[in-house]
């Protein structure tokens, strides 16, 4: 029977050795589904990994992802699918993805696009949780709006990095403010500060600009800080300090220098504010065989980058004559004529030029030494070195009586140059009747006039000097420079264990037995640096022998200077959210940011932590088996 002819067979089959058993060949089909289920995974990821690196190269180069349409027919659907595109030309399996596989995991929607961008974010981001895990450090936030009119709150960290053996400062995150009360600034900076498990205690200091909002010793940002943390230092940005020193030295009192920029800023706009008018500027430099220098304007705000737009003046003085006199003479607008009139006037006063020839040599001292404090890698020491070098030099300057003269007699040969006439004072008799008017002043000729600025615009800018630095970090600074000496008093030490946590006793210890050290860096400067090359130096084991003398250094220069790499984020923001791209939402922002400004951690990511995350951040499971 038909039953009877299957049985045998089966017995047959079953008891032949030749033949596999039936869960033999079942095991065998599974493992094979399973291995092309394995081989499909880790094709996946490769094509992820095209993703992901596409993402990285547009958000370290802060390009924009998106097109104005992203249709199918369009040439131009914006620089990520361009992208693509392009690969899609010179890799079959990457291009087998969007030829053969499923339309609804095609994985460059603009969903997609933000949820690879958040992964890349996250991913930084925790490894800069382990980066500072139980570290000191100190907090630098500063505001601004951006081009979609929202407040944008900006904070870095700073801390000490013993891999590249000097202080880091990094970008963690842009935040959106809906209000700009100090209250509301302190609870968006105490969240982050929870959110990347920094300990209060493990707070050092902060760094804000000098706005009551963020400074104010009673209500503001920094006085909330200290209530959590006692021993927090308040650090007020040098860069702000040194800008300030010039808004307090040239101020309306001193007329000659406050009118100066006045009409600096005047030669600017009437010049640049018309492509006529400075195409005739432009033939005038050419006709006389000078360089050109760019006219700069007057920052209101940075006032250090005064000095480029007076050196500008100063250098093309000539050709500027030459051309406004072309520009007044073949004008058909009579306000155009007046106001190119009356800038020659200006231009020609012995007044614009003493301040010319002044102001230029000092500019650009303070312009050095601004640039030097706007460094990420500098500290407080330096700065501090940097701020007393500016002083003493304009105490010389001040002092030194025959720099007046030398700045004089070039006033008077620059004027003879160019034909100006030097206005003679006429000696006037002091009135014998009692005068109210504190700004009455009486000279006898231009020479003692020009000596009155001289000396009050130096001296207005030392003293600005002396009160703005006078800042609460100026008793560290100095225990660090006597511990760095080897002259350190009990006082110092006090300070030091106070605000950095030591061991007193056995920091004076490491100290009593670094003096009797033959090779110490100590040749009479203080350099940290040296020290920290010396402590640090391979097989020594020096940082463990004289932990809390290397643990003070740490901490010390884990303290900011500025908060310069805040207003550098600025500059990367208005990069990243031009005009065409200000209705991106923050979380975006706040990734593409990320990568733009912290370039070298976007460039050397894990990808495949990037890919992990990315499978992680929606609950429900990705199309696409990765």
């Avoid at 009877?4 to 089966?10: A, D, F, K, P, V």
């Avoid at 089959?13 to 033949?19: D, F, R, V």
């Avoid at 131009?76 to 361009?82: A, C, K, N, Q």
Wanted: hydrophobic share 35%; net charge positive; with cysteine.
């Amino acid at each position: 029977s038909k039953c009877h002819l299957n049985s045998t067979t089966s017995l047959k089959t079953a008891t032949n050795p030749n033949l596999k058993s039936i869960d033999t060949i079942l095991d065998e089909q599974r493992e094979d589904i399973l291995s092309q289920k394995e081989i499909k995974r880790l094709q996946n990821r490769e094509i992820m990994k095209k993703l992901i690196d596409i993402v990285l190269c547009l958000g370290i180069g802060g390009k924009p992802f998106r097109g104005h349409t992203e249709k199918t027919n369009d040439i131009h659907r914006g620089l990520f699918l361009d992208v693509v595109r392009l690969l899609r030309k010179y890799d079959p399996l990457f291009d087998k993805h969007f030829v053969s596989g499923p339309q609804n995991a095609l994985y460059t929607s603009n969903r997609i696009q933000n949820d690879l961008i958040e992964s890349i974010n996250q991913v930084i981001k925790r490894q800069f949780k382990n980066t500072i895990a139980n570290k000191k450090v100190s907090l630098i936030a500063d505001e601004t709006s951006d081009l979609g009119h929202h407040e944008q709150l900006s904070i870095v960290i700073r801390y000490y990095d013993l891999q590249k053996k000097c202080p880091y400062e990094q970008f963690i995150c842009m935040k959106r403010m809906t209000q700009v009360n100090s209250q509301s600034i302190f609870d968006v900076l105490s969240d982050t500060i929870c959110e990347y498990n920094i300990k209060w205690e493990n707070l050092v200091s902060v760094c804000f600009d000098g706005a009551s909002t963020m400074s104010g010793s009673t209500a503001g940002v920094q006085a909330k800080f200290k209530e959590k943390n006692p021993r927090l230092y308040f650090v007020h940005c040098y860069g702000h300090c040194l800008n300030l020193v010039l808004v307090d030295s040239i101020g309306k009192d001193n007329r000659v220098t406050f009118d100066f920029f006045g009409y600096i800023q005047l030669i600017y706009t009437f010049i640049e504010g018309s492509c006529v008018r400075h195409a005739v500027f432009e033939k005038i430099v050419n006709i006389t065989n000078l360089k050109l220098k760019t006219l700069k304007s007057i920052s209101t705000t940075r006032w250090a980058c005064r000095s480029e737009a007076v050196s500008a003046i100063k250098a093309n003085y000539s050709s500027l004559l030459i051309a406004i006199n072309e520009i007044t003479d073949s004008t058909n607008q009579a306000d155009v004529r007046a106001k190119g009139l009356g800038i020659l006037y200006h231009m020609k006063s012995f007044d614009f030029i003493f301040a010319l020839e002044l102001l230029d040599p000092i500019l650009c001292l303070i312009l050095k030494t601004s640039t030097c404090l706007q460094s990420s890698t500098i500290h407080l020491l330096t700065a501090m070195q940097l701020v007393e070098t500016l002083k003493n030099t304009l105490n010389s300057m001040r002092n030194d009586v025959s720099n007046f003269d030398i700045i004089y007699k070039n006033s008077v040969r620059f004027c003879e140059d160019q034909n100006i006439d030097i206005p003679v004072t006429r000696q006037r008799r002091i009135s014998t009747k009692i005068d109210y008017s504190s700004h009455t002043q009486h000279y006898f000729t231009k020479e003692q006039e020009m000596r009155k600025v001289y000396y009050s615009t130096l001296d207005n800018m030392i003293s600005a000097l002396n009160i703005r630095f006078n800042q609460e970090t100026i008793n560290i600074i100095k225990s660090v420079g006597m511990l760095l000496n080897l002259q350190i008093s009990s006082d110092d030490i006090n300070i030091l264990t106070d605000t950095f946590d030591l061991e007193g006793k056995v920091l004076k210890t490491e100290i009593d037995l670094l003096k009797h050290t033959a090779d110490i860096p100590n040749d009479g400067k203080i350099n940290i640096d040296k020290w920290i090359k010396w402590l640090t130096e391979p097989y020594r084991g020096r940082e463990t022998i004289f932990l809390n003398f290397f643990k003070a250094l740490q901490i010390f220069m884990a303290i900011p200077v500025t908060s310069c790499t805040c207003e550098r984020t600025f500059s990367k923001l208005s990069i990243v959210k031009t005009k065409l791209r200000s209705t991106m939402k923050q979380e975006r922002l706040d990734g593409l940011l990320t990568m733009f400004i912290e370039q070298e951690l976007a460039y050397n990511i894990n990808v495949d932590e990037v890919i992990e995350t990315f499978k992680t951040l929606t609950p429900i499971e990705r199309r696409m088996e990765l």
